[in-house]
């Protein structure tokens, strides 16, 4: 039987932000293996690779003068500078895959998303908070990646990121991530059933057949009330 409903094909554009250490990467990465037609975008950066990075994977990586390069080319939807190196959203690939249906995820800085939201208002942007900054301190110190001066400098900026969380659609705070992933999971399911998706709504022949016995019943027993 087919469906009653006809709903756009195109994805929806998922916007995920937080300050690093909320939990954003994890939280994403258990969507991807729980919830279908979910494609993650690839970031490009000019920042040197860390310990567990894979190229084409957690990243694009580029050199400084290859990032500048792609500026002049148009080839990005957004890109921002974070701790003096860039951070960019190639936008060919996205809309591929938004138009074949996907939910495009891009994990970016609060400043990216904030651009990314001036040109598609009807994105859904989410953020992910930490529980509380001792917890966020504890992370960012347990990660083990970064200097000290490097550690101070991501939690003064949390701070201030933090305070766009108003710009958003939707806060999760990463308490347990079980939890967490819930309930962006659940943000996911409900914006694709969302009645502006909707393109037509239809009732085929045999629910047309249906629809007119149940009224001639109707009638028919008024008529005997009568």
Known sequence: MSNILKTRKKGNLIVISGPSGAGKGTIIKSLLSSVEGVWLSISMTSREMRKGDIPDVSYYFVSKEEFEDRIEKGIFLEYATYNGNYYGTPKDKIVEKLNAGFDVI?????????????????????????????????RLVNRGTDSADKILSRFRRAYQEINEVTKYNYVVINDEVEHAVSKVQAILLSERCRVDRIEEVYLNNEEEEIHEL???????NEERVI
């Open 106 to 138: 891009l994990e970016i800085e609060i400043q990216g998303a904030l651009k990314v939201k001036e040109l598609i208002p009807d994105a859904i942007f989410i953020f992910i908070m930490p529980p509380s900054m001792r917890e966020l301190r504890k």
């Open 214 to 220: 149940l009224v001639d019943k109707e009638l028919n």
